[in-house]
């Protein structure tokens, strides 16, 4: 007779409440090859469904019948066929719970496709069709057959007109949140018809459009209207910003930044009429603040987030602001002369301050000293931060992600007063830091057990025995080392056995690596889904076995490797071309390669960019 298991006492409601818990994706995956139960538990529970490729997307539909998310964004090669295909099956329960479809920067999937998508999925609400060349009106009119859409992302697809945007309007009116930005043949006209027809809008995103002011008229009759983005609008001015005072009673977040004619004249408008914004951001607007919009700015009581990104900003007028303005959490202040320290908004969560060379060890010290919930910092191109601003600043120790990239005046004993106290530290950038080095990293793997990103391109002292240090950074997925020149084979072994979960890797200019480096990444780093290894020395063999032995490869450059050849290039093509979405190479090999390789990677939904 069998023996009893202790997972025979777990019901299956505690089964799926143990399975919610886990929210890492490497650790799902684990959960779920534990037993049989436990795989089942996870079919039945699962609610979103990222597919990497398209011939296990008929099979995984199958498994998991309850998914409300399918993401296809990675899978280039789905197209109208895949999806009739795909809806003949018998088994259809997964149209039935889908709600959110992601198909942004698909190349295959035209207007049939879409049609007989929208048409049998009756409860979805959300599309992203972002970055998707070839989508446009007839797509669009396909797209509008979902007529309970409540979000649509149409990012950069060039090809939709007013008469795309007008089919989605008329045919989907309980539309609430809408981007178009860099649609660029929408003009007044579409907007005006989508402000008659979706009177439910809470979020709109117009950035980059040639709207004029009249299209802003429009948008002030939205009565829901809470978001509005309208970065760099080329053709509005303050006009435009006078009908939104007004408008929009519910208004709560505005960007207008990169809008060339707006002034702070047109920001009092906005400000005059929505006492109550949470969110605001005019960056590079005007030049300077001036008196007259900083007295206004005393009535936002609830403002969360502001950014004034390239105005002139004196301590005195950022005093003023968080005086009155006692909710901020979040500031942003790139490139603002005059800013020295930020200690008067004690709640901060997340501060910007790229390129603020009058920031000093004083000023991190105020910070150290009185804005202990910091979670994110951006002290880029600072060349005041030192050591010992990093000693204040390591006081901080809520810290998740610090970017101190161009910091020149920085060390391995300012990295290790970070790496000391910040140990909850998830995202580290130290582009171009040349004082760090091997000790600074030694330190770093010590205290920063959860970090997932590190930039250390041309930290020029880094060496092997610093890559030794980053392999038990277990958690790592994001790793850039661009121009390491100090760094080997032996390094980058270390460094792919230690860290499985690398998922994005840069090793331009890393010319001392040879053929064994790369061997190893090979065979260590299934999980790797983009890659840099321009200016690399790996030979044809090298880069046949990284093409080929990264399964989950979906982005490469490969621009410059001296050392391979046309044959070299055309298998490393040919043993991925059925899974790589994107790749970068340079531009002569384009009349090298065969025409029969480039056609399959075309086909196969991947874009080749020449440099």
């Known amino acids: 007779m069998r023996g009893s298991s202790a997972l025979d006492v777990l019901t299956e409601d505690l089964l799926v409440r143990v399975r919610e818990k886990i929210g890492d994706e490497l650790d799902s995956k684990t959960w779920r090859l534990v037993c049989k139960e436990f795989s089942r538990v996870d079919s039945v529970t699962r609610t979103t469904l990222r597919v990497l490729r398209v011939e296990f997307l008929f099979r995984l539909l199958d498994k998991y019948p309850n998914i409300k998310t399918l993401d296809l964004s990675v899978c280039p090669r789905v197209n109208d066929g895949t999806v009739s295909f795909l809806l003949s099956q018998h088994s259809l329960s997964w149209t039935r719970s889908l709600k959110s479809l992601i198909l942004s920067r698909s190349t295959g999937l035209r207007y049939r496709g879409l049609e007989m998508l929208a048409r049998a999925c009756p409860f979805l609400e959300s599309v992203d069709v972002s970055y998707c060349c070839g989508f446009g009106d007839r797509e669009a009119a396909a797209l509008s057959f979902a007529s309970g859409l409540k979000e649509v992302k149409l990012d950069k697809c060039l090809n939709v007109t007013d008469v795309g945007l007008a089919k ?3 045919r989907c009116v309980n539309l609430e949140r809408l981007s178009l930005k860099w649609c660029m043949e929408i003009s007044d006209l579409g907007i005006d018809l989508l402000c008659k027809k979706c009177l439910d809008l809470k979020s709109l995103d117009v950035s980059y459009l040639k709207l004029t002011n009249d299209s802003f008229c429009s948008i002030a009759t939205l009565a829901k209207l809470e978001s509005l983005v309208m970065v760099g609008c080329p053709c509005v001015d303050d006009t435009g910003l006078r009908f939104l005072e007004s408008g929009c009673p519910l208004l709560k977040t505005i960007f207008v930044s990169r809008c060339k004619f707006v002034s702070s004249t047109g920001l009092i408008s906005v400000i005059r009429g929505h006492s109550g914004l949470l969110q ?5 607007c005007f030049p300077e603040l001036s008196t007259t919009l900083l007295h206004h700015m005393r009535d936002l009581k609830n403002l969360e987030a502001i950014t004034m990104d390239g105005a002139q900003i004196s301590d005195s007028c950022f005093q003023t602001i968080s005086f009155n303005c006692k909710s901020l959490v979040e500031i942003g202040l790139s490139k603002c002369l005059g800013v020295t320290n930020t200690d008067s908004c004690r709640g901060l ?21 009185f804005c202990l919930r910091l979670e994110e910092i ?3 191109d600072c060349n005041g931060v030192n050591d010992k601003g990093l000693e204040y600043l390591s006081r901080c120790s809520e810290l998740l992600f610090l970017k101190l990239g161009l910091c020149e005046n920085i060390s391995d004993k300012g990295l290790f007063y970070i790496a000391s106290n910040c140990l909850r530290i998830q995202g580290l950038d130290l582009y171009k830091c040349s004082g760090i080095g091997d000790d600074g990293l030694a330190a770093l793997s010590n205290g920063c057990k959860k970090l997932k990103k590190l930039n250390l391109s041309y930290c020029v002292n880094v060496t092997d025995r610093g890559m030794e240090h980053i392999g038990s950074m277990k958690d790592l997925s994001d790793l850039e080392l661009r121009g390491l020149t100090k ?3 032996a390094g980058l072994t270390a460094l792919a056995a230690g860290c499985k979960r690398l998922a994005d890797l840069d090793l331009k200019h890393c010319a001392k690596i040879d053929d064994s480096g790369f061997w190893a990444l090979a065979y260590y780093s299934q999980n790797l ?10 030979s044809d063999m090298a880069l046949c076995m990284v093409m080929g ?5 979906q982005d490469a450059k490969l621009v410059h490797l001296t050392n391979c050849t046309r044959e070299g290039f055309e298998l490393a093509l040919r043993s991925c071309c059925m899974r790589i979405k994107k790749v970068k190479l340079l531009a002569p090999i384009r009349f090298l390669l065969s025409s029969e390789i480039l056609e399959t990677l075309h086909a196969a939904g991947c874009k080749i960019r020449w440099d």
């Open 168 to 170: 989605i309007a008329v």
């Open 280 to 284: 605001l951001d005019a960056g590079h």
């Open 349 to 369: 969560v997340c501060l910007k301050i790229e390129s603020c060379n009058m920031i000093t060890e004083k000023g991190l010290y105020q910070l150290g000293s």
């Open 378 to 380: 951006d002290l880029t």
């Open 487 to 489: 760094i080997t084979s």
């Open 529 to 538: 889904r983009q890659i840099n290894l321009s200016y690399c020395a790996l």
């Open 549 to 553: 032995n990264m399964t989950r490869l």
